[in-house]
Nanobody, 123 residues
Framework: QVQLVESGGGLVQAGDHLRLSCAAS????????MAWFRQTPGKEREFVAA????????NYADSVKGRFTISRDNAKNTMYLQMNSLKPEDTAVYFC????????????????WGQGTQVTVSS
C-alpha cells in the first residue's frame, strides 16, 4: 500500500514554469513505477509522463515532450514533474500514480492515485 500526495500546483502565465511534487508514504517507494496524469472537466484522464523504479527510464506524452521532465528521488520518497514553457492547454488537475510494475508504458494500469493538484495557465 502506498499513499500519494501532490503539491506545487498554481496559477501561472503562459511561458512560465512550475514544479510539481508527489510525496509517497511507505518504505517501498523505489519498487514502484511512478507517473503523472492530468484531467480537465469533461475529458478522460490523460497520461503525461512516467519514470522507472530507478529513475533511468522515462516516457512522455508527445504533447509535453521537450517541455516537461519527470524525475524521482528514492531517498526522499518523492517524484517530481518540472514543467517549462507552460501553455494554456496544460491547464488541468495533475495526478500522480504508482504501480508495482516494470513498464513505463502510457497504457500501464496504475493501482494508487493521489488527490490531484490544480495547474492553471493563463494566456
Amino acid at each position: 500500500q502506498v499513499q500519494l500526495v501532490e503539491s506545487g500546483g498554481g496559477l501561472v502565465q503562459a511561458g512560465d514554469h512550475l514544479r510539481l511534487s508527489c510525496a509517497a508514504s511507505g518504505r517501498t517507494f523505489s519498487s514502484y513505477v511512478m507517473a503523472w496524469f492530468r484531467q480537465t472537466p469533461g475529458k478522460e484522464r490523460e497520461f503525461v509522463a512516467a519514470v522507472s523504479t530507478s529513475g533511468i527510464i522515462t516516457n512522455y506524452a508527445d504533447s509535453v515532450k521537450g517541455r516537461f521532465t519527470i524525475s524521482r528521488d528514492n531517498a526522499k520518497n518523492t517524484m517530481y514533474l518540472q514543467m517549462n514553457s507552460l501553455k494554456p492547454e496544460d491547464t488541468a488537475v495533475y495526478f500522480c500514480a504508482a504501480v508495482a510494475h516494470w513498464s513505463v508504458s502510457a497504457t500501464t494500469n496504475y493501482d494508487y492515485w493521489g488527490q490531484g493538484t490544480q495547474v492553471t495557465v493563463s494566456s
